[in-house]
């Protein structure tokens, strides 16, 4: 946790955090800090905080990121891999098997999108650390975005990531991949930079941990989808959901 901080520290995202979220709010970062450094990352997913998501009401909506490295190789995703985007969440409702292009029938984050949306929840393609900074964990603190969230990392950033959550008054679920994960801080900083030739996996017991802990389908027929920013939004009745 230590070293992960202070090689971040000097980098973009580790100074806008100390300036976006650290010092508007340092007694709950410093609290925040404690309490990620003694999560137990060992096996298996975490809890963070109070982890509501699978008892979100009201205003509240969680959301479920996932990371690009998980878009297919072969055949390659067609959005492209390092991005926010995902071609199959963005078509119009009601397409054919036929049309949906043959790398996104299997892709994880179609099935992780399709499942998080359907549940009533954002869903985001999580990409570097700048971009989670300022798309999730800022607009958590400063208008209550977000209050919970399912994320599926490598493990070893489950105590980074716990920190920035923490910090920016959010609660969730840590899951890690199965395969293909970064161990160290250097493969971490390349797949950062969106350099990351390894396609990874969530286990079926993973993918079932989701299911387990997302609310039941609120949208079970075809559902819209509106992207505002790079986050995923599910649009009922002709209008976003009023606690977009």
């Known amino acids: 946790m230590w070293y992960f901080c202070l ?15 650290g010092a508007k709010r340092p007694w709950s970062t410093l609290r925040a800090f404690r309490e990620a450094a003694m999560l137990d990352a060992a096996e298996g997913s975490v809890l963070v905080g109070a982890a509501r998501v699978a008892s979100y009401a009201g205003s509240e909506r969680p959301v479920v990121g996932a990371g690009f490295c998980l878009k297919p190789l072969d055949p390659p995703c067609p959005s492209g891999r390092a991005n926010h985007d995902c071609l199959f969440l963005e078509q119009p409702v009601g397409c054919e098997p036929v049309e949906v292009p043959l790398a996104c029938r299997a892709c994880t984050i179609h099935l992780l999108g399709t499942r998080s949306l359907g549940a009533g929840a ?17 607009p958590a603190m400063r208008r209550g975005a977000f209050a919970s969230g399912l994320f599926v990392i490598c493990r070893y950033s489950f105590r980074p990531f716990a920190f920035g ?80």
């Open 7 to 21: 090689r971040s520290v000097v980098r973009e995202y580790g100074w806008r955090f100390i300036a976006r979220v």
């Open 122 to 138: 954002a869903f985001y393609v999580m990409t570097s650390a700048r971009d989670i900074l300022d798309d999730i964990f800022v």
């Open 165 to 244: 959550l923490l910090a920016s008054g959010m609660s969730g679920r840590l899951l890690p991949l199965e395969r293909g994960d970064c161990r160290d801080y250097g493969t971490w900083l390349l797949a950062d930079r969106g350099i990351k030739d390894e396609q990874t996996t969530i286990g079926a017991g993973g993918m079932a941990e989701v299911a387990g802990s997302l609310p039941r389908a609120a949208f079970p027929d075809a559902i819209r989808v509106e992207r505002r920013g790079n986050v995923f939004y599910p649009v009922t009745g002709g209008r976003p959901s009023e606690t977009g």
